[in-house]
């Protein structure tokens, strides 16, 4: 039987507005500085940033890193959000899961 913290999703931080140019190996080297990196995954083009192109006219991406603690990924967002890339500034927030998403929604009621 799974323990109940195996369920848990690692702490995720969504980084938005990467060129085609940015590899995994690259957010890997950049985003380590802040903490364990646990995964990278990929993600394709969302709906806020399918009607953006850069300057070379081809479409931003997203990656999703999940850290080993939430304190890591916090300070992954705090320094890193406004960062540059590639020349290019990022946007870089942290993901809720869903059990902290309804937690939320609770206290706004």
């Not at 799974?2 to 702490?11: A, Y």
């Not at 938005?16 to 080297?29: G, P």
């Not at 999940?66 to 300070?75: G, L, R, W």
């Not at 705090?78 to 942290?94: A, S």
Request: hydrophobic share 30%.
């Amino acid at each position: 039987m799974k323990s109940s913290s195996s369920n848990q999703r690692l702490p995720r931080i969504k980084v938005s507005y990467l060129t085609s140019k940015v590899t995994k190996e690259h957010l890997m080297e950049i985003f380590s500085a802040y903490g364990c990196i646990k995964g990278i995954e990929m993600l394709p083009p969302s709906t806020e940033t399918k009607g953006y192109l850069n300057e070379n006219h081809l479409r931003y991406q997203s990656a999703g890193i999940d850290f080993e603690t939430k304190s890591e990924a916090i300070n992954a967002v705090r320094y890193m959000n406004g960062g540059m890339i590639d020349y290019h500034e990022i946007l870089v927030e942290l993901k809720l899961n869903k059990s902290q998403t309804d937690k939320m929604r609770k206290s706004k009621k």
